[in-house]
């Protein structure tokens, strides 16, 4: 069905499931209707990177990758002004009543998270299909189509001819079209897929790749998720907390309420992600996405290290290691999204080799946030020494990868855009 059709419909999934799920009438359907938001999330974030790739020669892919990876930074932003503007002033207020469901200030924030997702699925319709995937489908006429649009987009920025006339050679010499729609059909190319990102050619690049994702994510999400929690009950001095292992069920005395300073505190972790963004682009072309992403997971690991000789921890001490472990870290995932959809897995393989290196992603992050709530009341240091002692595996993990090799996965079309 082509790479923006998926990206469409996962939007849709996560930006309508989204948007009901603020009006759950229970938690059990709440939970129901995020979960089937996830699906559109899981869908749609393989995809975003494979599609945007391919409208950019490979000269060019590594910088632009990590713009596109930027706006990540753009949605935190978002939802912590969202959440500040809705959640801080009006607490459990009743702003209306929807038939026999509450309006409360959460509801209004879900359904302000889930526009993004519905607004841009709608701008994606105004995009074309992604050449490199008509080309390989061998759907000449829409691949003429695409190209001549993205020629007309970029008429004021390029003065290269149309690229009717190529393309037209390659319809003439390809007059038959291998297009099976057969549900059993795309199910085998995904098995494919898989199979081929496992066998000897791929083998390694894969499982290097999934195991630098679990460690990154693990570290990440563990750490910068904990690091509110962590510091105020570091101290029973300072905090009486108890710990029941998760970062919702975190039980709080009066003296560890959570102020308006926590979303201010987000932006700021938010934002110092920019500078890492900045030298990650200027970086990428000169260094590689492999040197970047071992440096920056070499320093978070020390950076992680460093914890343990804090001099105190006030607020702004918290507050200014998040946003140097989140400024740090970040050019690791930029060069992980350039790794995996541009520099070591062909076209036909890089949405696969990315949702399934997310998914494990994922798993990582999951695992990452239990173990750091059930560690900490073991001890305040031993969580710490874990997450820096995994970040140290995965960057040295790195050297292991293959030597980046864009202009080889790319068909001819690569060079024309």
Not at 25 to 43: I, Q, T
Not at 44 to 52: A, E, N, Q, R, V
Not at 312 to 328: H, M, R, T
Not at 369 to 384: A, D
């Amino acid at each position: 069905v082509g790479r923006r059709s998926c990206l469409v419909t996962s939007l849709l999934v996560n930006g309508v499931f989204g948007l009901v799920s603020a009006l759950s009438p229970s938690f059990s359907w709440f939970l129901a209707f995020r979960f089937f938001s996830g699906v559109g999330v899981g869908g749609s974030l393989p995809i975003t990177f494979s599609y945007y790739c391919e409208f950019f020669s490979t000269s060019r892919r590594g910088p632009l990758v990590i713009v596109l990876a930027a706006f990540w930074i753009v949605g935190q932003v978002y939802t912590t002004l969202v959440a500040l503007a809705v959640l801080a002033p009006l607490h459990g207020e009743t702003l209306a009543t929807l038939g026999s469901v509450d309006l409360k200030p959460w509801r209004v924030f879900v359904m302000l998270c889930a526009l993004p997702c519905l607004l841009g699925s709608i701008a994606i319709l105004f995009l074309p299909e992604s050449p490199s995937f008509l080309y390989i489908k061998q759907k000449y006429k829409r691949l003429v189509k695409a190209l001549n649009k993205i020629q007309f987009l970029n008429r004021l920025f390029s003065k290269k001819p149309q690229f009717s006339f190529v393309v037209n050679t390659f319809a003439e010499e390809n007059v038959h079209t291998h297009d099976n729609k057969s549900f059993s059909a795309k199910i085998s190319v995904i098995f494919k897929a898989t199979c081929d990102l496992f066998g000897r050619k791929y083998v390694r690049a894969s499982l290097v790749m999934i195991f630098i994702w679990f460690t990154l994510s693990f570290g990440y999400y563990g750490l910068l998720l904990w690091f509110p929690q962590y510091f105020q009950c570091l101290h029973e001095s300072l905090h009486e907390c108890s710990f029941n292992h998760s970062v919702c069920d975190t039980q709080y005395n009066a003296t560890c309420d959570q102020t308006n300073n926590v979303y201010l505190d987000s932006v700021y972790t938010a934002l110092a992600s920019i500078p890492g963004t900045i030298l990650a682009v200027v970086f990428v072309k000169y260094l590689g996405a492999r040197i970047i992403l071992i440096g920056s997971m070499l320093v978070s690991a020390l950076s992680t290290f460093m914890i343990w000789f804090l001099p105190n921890k006030k607020e702004v001490v918290i507050v200014a290691l998040s946003c140097i472990f989140n400024g740090v870290s970040i050019g690791g995932w930029n060069a992980l999204d350039v790794l995996s959809t541009s520099e070591l897995f062909p076209v036909q393989l890089r949405s696969t080799a990315f949702g399934i290196q997310a998914v494990v992603g994922r798993c990582g992050a999951i695992l990452g946030n239990l173990l750091f709530g059930q560690l900490i009341s073991q001890g305040p240091y031993l969580p710490i020494l874990m997450v820096a002692s995994l970040l140290l595996v995965g960057a040295l993990s790195s050297v292991f990868l293959p030597s980046p090799s864009p202009s080889s996965h790319d068909v001819g079309l690569g060079r024309l855009l």
